[in-house]
DNA sequence: GTCTATATCCAGATAGAC
DNA sequence: GTCTATCTGGATATAGAC
C-alpha cells in the first residue's frame, strides 16, 4: 500500500522511500537499467539498509508489484460497489484507469507496460492477477444477464478492455497529444458497440 | 530478411545463425538476461566473429528488429494489394497476425511484447512504424469513404485492431488453451462493429 | 535499523594470431 | 572472417561497526 501515497516526503521511512524511488526509475530507465546503486543515490537509503529491507533487487519490484496489484484491484472493487449495471461498471473502469493513467502515469507503466517476467521468473502474468479477474467478471455478468451477445466470454472482455488499454500504451508511449479522458466517450462507444446486443 | 528463413541450417553465414539464435534467446528469456556468451554457445559462431559482424549487443537487437520490422511492412502490404477494401484489409490483417503467432510465435514475441526502449533506446516505439501505420492508415480510408463512423482515426484503429493484439498478448502468456485463428471470426465480429456505420 | 567499505563475479568488449 | 585468450568496469550482495 506504501507506494500509493505518493509523493514521498523526505522523512517516510527506509522502505517507502525505496519503492517510491524504485518505481520511478524502473519506469523511466527500465529495471535492468536501474542499478541499486542508483536507487541508494535517489532515496537517500544506504545499501544496507536497502538490504536490510528487501531480500534482493528482485524484491524490491516484487513488493511493489504486489503493492500496486492490490491498489488497482481495490479501485476495481471499488467501482463495482458503485455502480449497478455492467455497462456502467464497465464504463466505469476504463474512466478510472484513463484517470490513473494521467494522474500516476508511472503506476500505470509498471503494471501495464513493464515486462514483469523477464525480472520476476515466477510471478503470473499480469492478465492473471485480480483486477484483470475482475473485469473478466463484469463483462461476463453482461453475457449471463443477456444484455450482451453471446459468445467465448475473453474474446469479449478484451473486445470491451483491448481498446481502451491499447489507447494507454499509446499515451505512455507519448504518442497521444491529448490526455485520455479526451478520448473517453469515443473509446467506450466503440467498445460497448463491439459486444452490445 | 535474413530471420525470416527459420529454422536457419547448420551452414547458414555466421551472421543469420546469430540473429535466429538471438531471437530465440531474446524472446525466450529477455534482452538483459542473455549474455553475448549464451549467445555465442546456442550458435556456435565465436565472440569475435559476433563483434566483427555487429557493433555490440545491442547492434544484434537492432539488425533483428529492422530485420522484423521490414518483414512485417512487406506482408501488410501484401494484403492491401490482394484485397479491395477496408473491411477486407483488416480482416485479412488481423487474420495474419493470428496465422504469424501461431507460426512464428517467437518473431511476433519480439515485434509486440518486447520493451524495444529499454535495449534500443533511440527506437522508436513500435506503434510509430511503419507496418502500424499502414494499419491505421487501412482504417483512415474506411473513415474517408464512408463505411466507419466518424471519430478520431487513430481511436478507431485501436479499437478495430486493438481487440487482436490484446488476444496475441494473451495467446504469448499461454493464457488461450486454442489457437487464435479459432477466435478469428468472433474477434473479427466485435472489432467491425465496434467502428461501422 | 542504518551506515561504509568491500568482496566477488561476470558482463560486455577488445587484441591480435591465423 | 573467424577464432582464443584476456582486459576492465560495474553490478549485486555481504561484513561488520555503530
Same mark, same amino acid.
Given at each position: 500500500?506504501?507506494?500509493?501515497?505518493?509523493?514521498?516526503?523526505?522523512?517516510?521511512?527506509?522502505?517507502? =522511500?525505496?519503492?517510491?524511488?524504485?518505481?520511478?526509475?524502473?519506469?523511466?530507465?527500465?529495471?535492468?537499467?536501474?542499478?541499486? =546503486?542508483?536507487?541508494?543515490?535517489?532515496?537517500?537509503?544506504?545499501?544496507?539498509?536497502?538490504?536490510?529491507?528487501?531480500?534482493?533487487?528482485?524484491?524490491?519490484?516484487?513488493?511493489?508489484?504486489? *503493492?500496486?496489484?492490490?491498489?488497482?484491484?481495490?479501485?476495481?472493487?471499488? /467501482?463495482?460497489?458503485?455502480?449497478?449495471?455492467?455497462?456502467? +461498471?464497465?464504463?466505469?473502469?476504463?474512466?478510472?484507469?484513463? =484517470?490513473?493513467?494521467?494522474?500516476?502515469?508511472?503506476?500505470?507503466?509498471?503494471?501495464?507496460?513493464?515486462?514483469? +517476467?523477464?525480472?520476476?521468473?515466477?510471478?503470473?502474468?499480469?492478465? @492473471?492477477?485480480?483486477?484483470?479477474?475482475?473485469? +473478466?467478471?463484469?463483462?461476463?455478468?453482461?453475457?449471463? @444477464?443477456?444484455?450482451?451477445? =453471446?459468445?467465448?466470454?475473453?474474446? #469479449? #472482455?478484451?473486445?470491451?478492455?483491448?481498446? #481502451? !488499454?491499447?489507447? /494507454?500504451?499509446? +499515451?505512455?508511449?507519448?504518442?497521444?497529444?491529448?490526455?485520455?479522458?479526451?478520448? !473517453? *466517450?469515443?473509446?467506450?462507444?466503440?467498445?460497448?458497440?463491439?459486444?452490445?446486443?
Amino acid at each position: 500500500m506504501s507506494v500509493s501515497a505518493l509523493p514521498t516526503s523526505p522523512d517516510t521511512p527506509a522502505r517507502d =522511500q525505496v519503492l517510491a524511488t524504485a518505481l520511478r526509475l524502473f519506469t523511466q530507465k527500465g529495471y535492468f537499467n536501474t542499478s541499486v =546503486q542508483d536507487v541508494v543515490r535517489d532515496s537517500g537509503v544506504s545499501t544496507g539498509s536497502i538490504y536490510h529491507h528487501f531480500k534482493d533487487k528482485e524484491g524490491i519490484a516484487k513488493a511493489l508489484y504486489d *503493492d500496486l496489484v492490490a491498489h488497482m484491484g481495490t479501485a476495481i472493487a471499488d /467501482i463495482r460497489k458503485q455502480h449497478k449495471t455492467p455497462h456502467d +461498471r464497465c464504463r466505469a473502469v476504463i474512466e478510472q484507469l484513463f =484517470q490513473m493513467t494521467e494522474a500516476e502515469p508511472e503506476i500505470m507503466a509498471f503494471m501495464l507496460y513493464a515486462k514483469h +517476467r523477464e525480472f520476476m521468473p515466477e510471478a503470473a502474468p499480469i492478465c @492473471s492477477s485480480k483486477p484483470f479477474e475482475q473485469m +473478466r467478471n463484469m463483462v461476463k455478468e453482461g453475457m449471463d @444477464s443477456g444484455v450482451l451477445v =453471446q459468445m467465448d466470454p475473453l474474446v #469479449a #472482455a478484451t473486445a470491451v478492455f483491448g481498446g #481502451a !488499454l491499447r489507447m /494507454i500504451h499509446l +499515451r505512455l508511449d507519448g504518442i497521444l497529444e491529448k490526455p485520455l479522458p479526451a478520448y !473517453l *466517450d469515443e473509446v467506450w462507444q466503440c467498445a460497448w458497440r463491439s459486444v452490445a446486443k
